[in-house]
């Protein structure tokens, strides 16, 4: 192992651009684990790379893991001056490691601290996503965007939402008559004040009422929202963490013709 491998794995979160096979430098951050990082070629000869651009502004549906695809984080400098940043897991690529160690060069900004654990939540999500009732998924199709639209406006202080349905049991139905019991736990970290997460729960909750409750008769078809509330991951119990399942906007358990048609924009 030589210092440059050593150094590349030291700097956790660091920012590169690499040359890419069209000669022009490509910015990114490393996702290989530091002992790959450091282990001979003989035994892990690539990097995981996966590439970053600068943005304008943050998408809270894209903040804290939310989307399982593009990840929206902070970058700072020494001075502690920040950038905004786009990750797109869609486009990482395995370059050979003698070859990056080479031509990379360290851009001089990094992930923030905070945003390092969240990439690594991010990148575990890809693999580790949550299953749901394609029924169910249909049923959600109602909202999603509604849904997407809140997240991106107000979700930037929420890590995600856990979503309990029928007692986390995977069941087809198709009968609208006897909805799916959906309880929601709007998880959010320490530094968002309970105030704002109470709204958005607030407001989530709203949208589940006015799709599925007949304002009448108070019947609810599809789902039924039996609770909606927001919780500090300070105090989300671990065995209730167990036995939810994180949603994401971006995902459905099965692509069905049916939800592509009325929504050809979902999963961008």
């Not at 690539?46 to 929206?72: C, D, Y």
Request: proline share 4%; hydrophobic share 40%; glycine share 4%.
């Amino acid at each position: 192992m030589t210092d440059e491998y050593r150094d590349i794995a030291w700097r956790q979160g660091a920012v590169f651009t690499f040359a890419n096979g069209a000669g022009t430098g490509e910015m990114g951050v490393i996702a290989s684990h530091d002992c790959d990082l450091c282990a001979d070629l003989e035994v892990e000869s690539a990097i995981e790379f996966v590439p970053l651009s600068l943005i304008g502004a943050l998408n809270g549906s894209m903040t804290l893991g939310k989307n399982a695809r593009r990840l929206h984080v902070h970058i700072v400098d020494d001075n502690q001056q920040q950038q905004i940043a786009e990750l797109d897991i869609r486009k990482r690529a395995i370059i050979p490691k003698d070859g990056f160690v080479q031509s990379a060069e360290a851009y001089p900004y990094q992930l923030a601290p905070q945003e390092v654990v969240v990439f690594r939540r991010w990148l575990s999500a890809r693999y580790a996503r949550s299953a749901f009732a394609n029924a169910f998924e249909v049923q959600m199709d109602r909202v999603r965007n509604r849904i997407d639209n809140l997240a991106r406006t107000h979700g930037l202080p929420i890590r995600a939402m856990y979503f309990d349905v029928d007692d986390n049991q995977l069941v087809e139905r198709s009968d609208a008559d006897e909805p799916y019991a959906l309880a929601i736990y709007a998880v959010y970290p320490p530094a968002t004040a309970d105030a704002e997460a109470a709204q958005f729960a607030t407001r989530l909750a709203q949208i589940f009422s006015k799709e599925f409750c007949n304002p009448t008769t108070k019947v609810w078809t599809g789902i039924e929202l039996t609770s909606c509330d927001a919780i500090s991951e300070d105090v989300f119990p671990l065995a209730l963490a167990l036995s939810t399942k994180p949603w994401r906007v971006d995902h459905r358990s099965y692509r069905g013709q049916q939800a592509a048609d009325l929504y050809p924009d979902h999963g961008t």
